[in-house]
């Protein structure tokens, strides 16, 4: 067995509705085959679940499911996992409540009126870094407006990779362990090996030595 193997994305999916959960599933399927669902149900189950888990590659969270204080419950999420992807699911489509959502955390809001094709792309579009904002948004009147949460810094997205898989990548390109990795940017250890686990599947890469001479040469590329 190959213990440098990436593990498969881990999705979480907070939904009071079955039929919802299942839905969201299948599309999660459609971008990325071999992903691990796990599902919860209300909110207080959603931070049981999270606290449970040693890594998570991404949320898609209800804004209205029993327990759910709308987007305090969001603010809640991001700020005790900042490193977790959360994406927010709704039947609520006003403006207002998708700017707080984006202002509490949250990388990107889907209405639940939208189409598979538009769902799966924003969840692509999050799991590379990006921020994903609806259209209907983006179109308003007061647009400029919008506060959106901070855009990759350096060139991370350019990689395919978040801010924070660049951060563990550049150091491991200096041959740093997991655990000074951790100490140098404030993590866990598991939480590096969870970015570690992840820029391996966004480099289609096994193992850190394939990792860091995959990095160099596109960086050499992009001069």
Same mark, same amino acid.
């Given at each position: 067995?190959?213990? $440098?193997?990436?593990?498969?994305?881990?999705?979480?999916?907070?939904?009071?509705?079955?039929?919802?959960?299942?839905?969201?599933?299948?599309?999660?399927?459609?971008?990325?085959?071999? =992903?691990?669902?796990?599902?919860?149900?209300?909110? $207080?189950?959603?931070?049981?679940?999270?606290?449970?888990?040693?890594?998570?590659?991404?949320?898609?969270?209800?804004?209205?499911?029993?327990?759910?204080?709308?987007?305090?419950?969001?603010?809640?999420?991001?700020?005790?996992?900042?490193?977790?992807?959360?994406?927010?699911?709704?039947?609520?489509?006003?403006?207002?409540?998708?700017?707080?959502?984006?202002? &509490?955390? =949250?990388?990107?809001?889907?209405?639940?009126?939208? &189409?598979? $094709?538009?769902?799966?792309?924003?969840?692509?579009?999050?799991?590379?870094?990006?921020?994903?904002?609806?259209?209907?948004?983006?179109?308003?009147?007061? %647009?400029?407006?919008?506060?959106?949460?901070?855009?990759?810094?350096?060139?991370?997205?350019?990689?395919?990779?978040?801010?924070?898989?660049?951060?563990?990548?550049?150091?491991? =390109?200096?041959?740093?362990?997991?655990?000074?990795?951790?100490?140098?940017?404030?993590?866990?250890?598991?939480?590096?090996?969870?970015?570690?686990?992840?820029?391996?599947? &966004?480099? $289609?890469?096994?193992?850190?030595?394939? %990792?860091?001479?995959?990095?160099?040469?596109?960086?050499?590329?992009?001069?």
């Amino acid at each position: 067995m190959n213990i $440098n193997t990436p593990e498969p994305l881990r999705v979480m999916v907070a939904d009071d509705h079955a039929l919802v959960r299942g839905g969201l599933a299948l599309m999660v399927k459609m971008v990325e085959e071999d =992903a691990e669902i796990l599902e919860t149900n209300d909110y $207080n189950q959603t931070l049981d679940a999270l606290s449970a888990e040693d890594a998570v590659d991404l949320l898609l969270l209800d804004l209205l499911m029993p327990g759910m204080e709308l987007t305090k419950g969001v603010k809640t999420i991001c700020d005790t996992w900042p490193d977790l992807p959360v994406i927010v699911i709704s039947v609520k489509e006003d403006t207002g409540t998708i700017r707080e959502a984006l202002q &509490s955390g =949250a990388l990107g809001y889907i209405p639940k009126t939208s &189409s598979p $094709n538009v769902t799966t792309m924003a969840i692509r579009l999050v799991l590379s870094g990006g921020v994903y904002v609806p259209p209907h948004v983006l179109r308003g009147p007061s %647009a400029d407006d919008v506060v959106e949460p901070p855009a990759p810094v350096d060139d991370a997205a350019q990689f395919g990779l978040t801010r924070r898989q660049k951060d563990v990548l550049d150091l491991m =390109a200096q041959g740093m362990s997991n655990k000074a990795i951790a100490s140098e940017l404030g993590l866990t250890p598991g939480t590096v090996k969870m970015h570690t686990s992840r820029l391996f599947r &966004s480099l $289609n890469v096994e193992n850190r030595t394939e %990792a860091v001479a995959k990095y160099t040469q596109m960086k050499l590329d992009r001069r």
